[in-house]
């Protein structure tokens, strides 16, 4: 799986891991109002992350720390 879109689900709460083949992650227009440290764990080539159109209030600090091939952060 490289490339994954869960837009539009309503969701509150992102916990992705393990996707270590993930290249593209789409999580726009859900409620999501915080990243958490451990939200994206694993992702060792994520190059695309589109959050736009969320709720995000607080984001934790080193949330995107081990996000080593981003590319595009939306």
Known sequence: LEKLDISLNQLKIIKIQNLTFMKTLKI???????????????LDILEDLYLDKNLIKEIEEGAFDHLFNIQILD
Do not use: W
């Not at 726009?28 to 694993?42: G, L, V, Y």
């Open 28 to 42: 726009t227009q859900n409620q999501i109002s915080q990243i958490k440290k451990d939200s994206f764990s694993n």
